[in-house]
Structures are given as C-alpha cells and as structure tokens.
C-alpha cells in the first residue's frame, strides 16, 4: 500500500487556469515536502512544511502556494498555470525536518499545461 | 551551475557487470549524501544514505564518501536488468530543512 497518496496521478490544465494538487502521508512523519522534476531540470526542491509550518521555500513564483490543513497533508495550488509549469510533481514527507532525515517520496502528479 | 554534479551521464553494463557511478557537492556546506533510484515513470526511492567518511555495503551496493572532497561514488556489483533505472545523488547540509540538492543522474542501462 502507498504509504504517501498523490492526487491525482495526471492532470492536464489550459494557460491560466488553477490547479490543486493533493498529498496525504500515512507515515507518521512530521516533515512534508513538495519537489518538481521536469525534462528541463533535475529534481528541484519547491518547499518544506514541519509540524505544519512553512520552513522553506525555494519557488520564485507566488503562483505556488502549499495548503496545510493537517499534519499529514500537504497540498499545492498552482495559479495562472503556464505551460513551463508542465512537470511531474512529487510530495515527501521525512520523519522530521532536519539534516539527515531520509525523504520518501509519492508517486507524483504529472501535469500538462496547454 | 548544479551543486551536485554527476557522472557519466549515461551507462551501459553487461548483466553481471561492475556500475560505478559518481557524485561530488560544489557546496562546501554539505554533510549527509543519498542515492536514490528512479525507475521509468515512478518516484524516487532511497537506496542508500551516507554521512561519514569511509564505506558502506548493503547487499550488491557499496558506497564510498570522501568528504574533504565532497565526493560520493556508489558501486552495483552483478548488475541486474532490473538495475535499470536513473541514479540520482542527492547532498543536503546540517540546517537543510529538507532541501536536497539532486543531481540530474546517471541513466544506467544493464544488458542482458
């Protein structure tokens, strides 16, 4: 069973439009992360959430915005979706927030912006 | 510029053969290292984590780090066809907060 739950698993969105992309961990963990992986770039860290707070965020943009409603989600809405935004996008969760804590990742949400 | 750089971009192995493939950090604040394994259309998943100086073997994987040089090298030993896949070194520092700075990964290939 997957122990961390993406949804949905393929997305396709129009220029401008917004999307919400949903993760649930059931791994007890307390650290929750979102990572972007497309043709262009190697896997790219975007933010990082620890007993629901934002720790860390590496995404430019505003148009990216992480939604924690419980300890064991953490969702990413896109806004003004444009094509470069195409890419699979990958939730982790570690045990806890710091250095050496392994990253386990879901099976992504790739999306296709058109 | 990657902080993590990785090669060869690409290798192609016998079944049976040796992989070595390699990583070094540009960032000096790097502690810990990971490689993760990435098969076609699924997620990264861990294969082995190293923190301190020296080796580590579990199973056909041996790591090596060599951190006054930030280097990392993991070696697969009687290479599999299921071996297949993307390798991905990934370096984070002490504060990284879950930052891992990944690779963009050696594309191993294993032939039957």
């Known amino acids: 069973d997957p122990k961390i739950i993406q949804k949905p698993k393929y997305l396709v969105a129009v220029t401008g439009s917004e999307k919400i992309l949903i993760c649930e961990q059931y791994?007890?963990?307390?650290?929750m992360y979102w990572y972007r992986q497309s043709a262009k770039k190697p896997l790219e860290f975007m933010f990082s959430?620890?007993?629901?707070?934002?720790?860390d965020n590496q995404t430019a943009s505003s148009r990216f915005q992480p939604q924690s409603s419980k300890k064991n989600h953490l969702d990413l809405q896109i806004t003004a979706l444009k094509p470069d935004d195409s890419a699979t996008y990958f939730c982790?969760?570690?045990?806890?927030?710091?250095?050496?804590?392994?990253?386990?990742f879901g099976a992504g949400t790739r999306l296709s912006v058109l | 510029q990657q902080k993590v750089q990785q090669s060869p971009e690409s290798l192609i192995v016998p079944e049976g053969g040796m992989a070595s493939l390699n990583c070094t950090s540009s960032?000096?604040?790097?502690?810990y290292f990971w490689w993760y394994r990435q098969h076609s259309g699924k997620s990264p998943k861990m294969l082995m984590?190293?923190?301190?100086?020296g080796e580590k073997e579990e199973g056909r994987f041996t790591v090596h780090l060599n951190k006054a040089s930030l280097h990392t090298s993991l070696h697969i030993r009687d290479s599999q066809p299921s071996d297949s896949a993307l390798y991905l070194c990934?370096?984070?520092?002490?504060?990284?907060?879950?930052?891992?700075?990944f690779g963009a990964g050696t594309q191993l290939i294993v032939i039957p």
């Open positions: 984590s190293i923190f301190s100086n």
């Open positions: 791994l007890g963990h307390n650290a």
């Open positions: 960032d000096r604040n790097v502690d």
């Open positions: 982790a969760s570690s045990q806890d927030g710091w250095g050496k804590n392994t990253l386990y």
């Open positions: 959430y620890s007993y629901q707070k934002l720790m």
């Open positions: 990934a370096a984070a520092g002490g504060s990284a907060l879950g930052r891992l700075h």
